[in-house]
């Protein structure tokens, strides 16, 4: 299984970003899609998540200005993200979850910059 991410960049405070996470492999039984983040010297944390179902969750920190969506059909996952600050800055790893499984597969990062 792979997770490709992609759409990161550099982009002013306030400004929005679309990343993408493609997924590849064998066939999936899955449970549920999302993203992590890690800023410079600080740990990785939860930025978001979608379910098999359509369901979200998000970090509060988050909620209200990024978005988590899906392509079933495609085993795609989305971030939108708007109203960026420089405190998103951080590298954005996809994740998935298989149904009946507890092991994330990871996707290699990609890198946000936010400027003030």
């Known amino acids: 299984v792979q997770l490709q991410a992609s759409g990161g960049g550099l982009v002013q405070a306030g400004g929005s970003l679309r990343l993408s996470c493609a997924t590849s492999g064998r066939r999936l039984n899955i449970h549920l899609m999302g993203w992590y983040r890690q800023a410079p010297g600080k740990e990785r944390e939860f930025v978001g998540l979608i379910t098999r179902s359509g369901s979200t969750d998000y970090a509060s920190s988050v909620k209200g200005r990024f978005t988590v969506s899906r392509d079933a059909a495609e085993n795609t996952v989305y971030l939108q993200m708007n109203s960026l600050e420089p405190e998103d800055t951080a590298v954005y790893y996809c994740?998935?979850?298989?149904?009946?499984?507890?092991?994330?597969?990871w996707g290699q990062g990609t890198k946000v910059t936010v400027s003030s």
């Open positions: 994740y998935l979850q298989e149904l009946g499984r507890s092991y994330k597969y």
